[in-house]
């Protein structure tokens, strides 16, 4: 498996809710049960969007290699890029509105880089078109909007380290991704 593939996969289903729940569980330990909750509900309802924005796109839109490359292919949106926009963007919103520190805007800009490559590799990997992987990021990126205005709400008077959640998403994906494991949601359509 190539770079392109490795980098592709943080954006993978498997790979991406072992982040969500890294994240889950921090939230819940240091933010309480309704932030957890907030994460839950943004994660679940990008997932829900893009299933069902898939199912019709799969009947109304043509093949990738048939299509623009700026157009909507079957496979619009973007799974790979909705999850690692949801998942990695909601890390860089606990980093940026909880943490405040230099190192948790650097580790911050991290996750920004991740969904950026997830997002490149789709389109050179010709699994999607550009169309299609705007889409993943509008979808997901509502749901960050919504998961850090409610973030920003529940850690006001917080001053937490959020660099454990970042160490922690970084081994479990890591240790996923060297494994090889992956899972295939377009199986289960």
Same mark, same amino acid.
């Given at each position: 498996?190539?770079?392109?593939?490795?980098?592709?996969?943080?954006?993978?289903?498997?790979?991406?809710?072992?982040?969500?729940?890294?994240? @889950?569980?921090?939230?819940?330990?240091?933010?309480?049960?309704?932030?957890?909750?907030?994460?839950?509900?943004?994660?679940? =309802?990008?997932? #829900?969007?893009?299933?069902? @924005?898939?199912?019709?796109?799969?009947?109304?839109?043509?093949?990738? =290699?048939?299509?623009?490359?700026?157009?909507?292919?079957?496979?619009?949106?973007?799974?790979?890029?909705?999850?690692?926009?949801?998942?990695?963007?909601?890390?860089?919103?606990?980093?940026?509105?909880?943490?405040?520190?230099?190192?948790?805007?650097?580790?911050?800009?991290?996750?920004?880089?991740?969904?950026?490559?997830?997002?490149?590799?789709?389109?050179?990997?010709?699994?999607?078109?550009? #169309?299609?992987?705007?889409?993943?990021?509008?979808?997901?990126?509502?749901?960050? #909007?919504?998961?850090?205005?409610?973030?920003?709400?529940?850690?006001?008077?917080?001053?937490?380290?959020?660099?454990?959640?970042?160490?922690?998403?970084?081994?479990?994906?890591?240790?996923?991704?060297?494994? #090889?494991?992956?899972?295939?949601?377009?199986? @289960?359509?």
């Amino acid at each position: 498996m190539d770079l392109q593939e490795h980098l592709s996969d943080f954006g993978n289903a498997l790979v991406a809710s072992a982040a969500a729940l890294v994240i @889950l569980a921090w939230l819940g330990s240091r933010l309480g049960w309704v932030a957890s909750l907030a994460f839950l509900i943004c994660f679940l =309802g990008v997932i #829900g969007a893009v299933v069902g @924005l898939k199912f019709i796109a799969f009947d109304l839109r043509p093949p990738v =290699g048939e299509t623009n490359i700026l157009g909507l292919s079957e496979g619009a949106p973007s799974g790979h890029t909705a999850f690692a926009t949801i998942v990695y963007g909601a890390l860089a919103a606990i980093l940026v509105v909880v943490d405040r520190r230099p190192r948790a805007w650097a580790a911050a800009a991290l996750c920004l880089a991740v969904i950026a490559a997830v997002a490149i590799t789709r389109v050179t990997l010709d699994r999607h078109t550009i #169309g299609d992987v705007v889409a993943g990021l509008i979808v997901a990126g509502v749901g960050v #909007g919504a998961f850090a205005s409610a973030l920003q709400n529940l850690a006001r008077d917080r001053s937490v380290s959020a660099m454990a959640p970042f160490i922690l998403v970084a081994v479990v994906t890591g240790a996923l991704l060297a494994s #090889g494991i992956r899972f295939n949601t377009l199986a @289960l359509l």
